[in-house]
């Protein structure tokens, strides 16, 4: 089972990134999918999440209204789009896998928002 996420870096504020997660070693199109993010010295905290199908989707409040998460089951992958930017969503994002009791976890990509 392999999560890697890719797309993190350093923007300024009020810029956009496009985050992404590519799945391999298990049945992605049946599980839903979730961003996580944590920041230095915090928990890590829920983003967004997808279900299975990509019929419904649900945010966190620091990111809904700026935030897309999509997924492409042809191509085993999540995304999450970030617009404005704020030095509040520097952190290590995380993707995340889940059915029933299994969870799988990716490494993190860095992002720092600063000027």
């Known amino acids: 089972v392999s999560l890697v996420e890719s797309g993190g870096g350093l923007v300024q504020p009020g810029g956009s990134l496009r985050l992404s997660c590519a799945a391999s070693g298990f049945t992605f199109r049946i599980y839903d999918m979730t961003w996580y993010r944590q920041a230095p010295g915090k928990e890590r905290e829920f983003v967004a999440g997808?279900?299975?199908?990509?019929?419904?989707?649900n945010y966190a409040d620091s990111v809904k209204g700026r935030s897309t998460i999509s997924r492409d089951n042809a191509k085993n992958t999540i995304y999450l789009q970030i617009n404005s930017l704020k030095p509040e969503d520097t952190a290590v994002y995380y993707c995340s896998a889940r059915l029933l009791s299994y969870r799988y976890w990716g490494q993190g990509t860095q992002v720092t928002v600063s000027s």
């Open positions: 997808i279900t299975s199908d990509g019929g419904s989707t």
